[in-house]
């Protein structure tokens, strides 16, 4: 079976850092595109990255560009989302993803085939 498990969120002031992780099991993605998606409240879910197994890489958003960094290591079959100068409306449910592509880097929700079950992050002004 597989899961996808985050971690890493939690309440931090603005200006803050937090690194979400992403561990995969049940079958190795390190040939698959993997992406982090948002959703705050009220609000559709929100692209925000994507990385191929070769470690190239897509941001969503501009508000993200420059501030949050998408990386994985292939042998912990992890992805993360490193994030720096967080601004309240970061706060959102963050969501890891596995796609079926190597090559691509998808950024629509439909492109995803595996979802984890969101970790919260809420910063604070």
């Known amino acids: 079976q597989v899961q996808l498990v985050e971690s890493g969120g939690g309440l931090v002031q603005a200006g803050g850092s937090l690194r979400l992780s992403c561990a995969a099991s049940?079958?190795?993605?390190?040939?698959?595109?993997m992406g982090w998606f948002r959703q705050a409240p009220g609000k559709e879910r929100e692209f925000v990255a994507a990385?191929?197994?070769?470690?190239?890489?897509?941001y969503g958003t501009d508000s993200v560009k420059g501030r949050f960094t998408i990386s994985r290591d292939n042998a912990k079959n992890t992805v993360y989302l490193q994030m720096n100068s967080l601004k309240p409306e970061d706060t959102a449910i963050y969501y890891c993803a596995a796609s079926q592509s190597r090559y691509l880097l998808p950024r629509t929700g439909l492109d995803y085939d595996y979802w984890g079950q969101g970790t919260q992050v809420t910063v604070s002004s």
């Open positions: 990385i191929k197994w070769s470690g190239g890489s897509t």
């Open positions: 049940g079958r190795t993605f390190s040939n698959n595109a």
